[in-house]
């Protein structure tokens, strides 16, 4: 199956801090790429639709200015957590959808971050 | 708000077949059923899916009744590596997965 690769898989940052995290497409284009964020014991939650070239839309309740996102190719989007405080710690994930091909979404393996 | 209802949890035996089921009673005629699951701390891995038709993987059987408001997931012979949540979803190609709660299989010795 296609491969979609997250970095870094975990990180720990002080509060206030920006944290950026990485979405890639190993071996296929994506336009599109999806953001999740997923609390203990909660399922997956939809952030955010990351489309190449145009802004991303955020679901409701997501603050666009603080979970900034840049989908600059086909084959990477960018997540970052800015001004980041410990209600966001979390673990965050990432999907994209093939451009040709079949219709399965390929997920990345995670990005724990933990805020301090 | 998720699609689909789910058992919260279900048991089985390993080497037993485990059958999870769903329903979509308002599913579209455009959306696909879509499952994945997730074992603690990673990403969701894709298993099946499908739109009309059976299906079948190397990894599980998807039955979709005739009038396509309910599925059943079958894992012919569940190991202990099986146990994680399963999710069942529906959706049009193309668009975000939305994830509800699933059903924790439990594969036990």
């Known amino acids: 199956g296609a491969v979609v690769s997250q970095h870094p898989s975990w990180v720990i940052c002080k509060s206030g801090t920006s944290v950026k995290i990485e979405c890639r497409s190993l071996d296929f284009q994506a336009t599109t790429m999806f953001w999740y964020r997923q609390f203990p014991k909660q399922s997956l939650m939809l952030m955010a639709t990351s489309n190449e070239g145009s802004k991303a839309t955020y679901e409701q309740g997501v603050e666009k200015d603080k979970f900034l996102i840049n989908h600059a190719s086909l084959t990477l989007s960018t997540l970052t957590v800015t001004s980041a405080h410990p209600e966001d710690s979390s673990f965050y994930i990432c999907?994209?959808?093939?451009?040709?091909?079949?219709?399965?979404?390929?997920f990345g393996q995670g990005t724990r971050l933990t805020v301090v | 708000d998720a699609k689909t209802t789910q058992p919260t949890s279900m048991d089985c035996a390993e080497g037993r077949a485990a059958n999870l089921p769903c329903n979509h009673s308002t599913i579209s005629g455009n959306e696909y059923v879509y499952w994945y699951r997730q074992i603690h701390s990673q990403g969701p891995q894709y298993i099946i899916h499908g739109l009309k038709n059976n299906e079948t993987n190397e990894m599980a059987s998807l039955i979709i009744t005739e009038d396509r408001k309910s599925s059943t997931l079958i894992l012919p012979h569940a190991t202990l590596r099986d146990t994680a949540v399963y999710y069942c979803?529906?959706?049009?190609?193309?668009?975000?997965?939305?994830f509800g709660k699933g059903t924790t299989l439990s594969v036990s010795s």
């Open positions: 999907s994209a959808n093939r451009i040709l091909g079949n219709t399965e979404a390929f």
């Open positions: 979803i529906v959706r049009a190609a193309g668009t975000a997965l939305i």
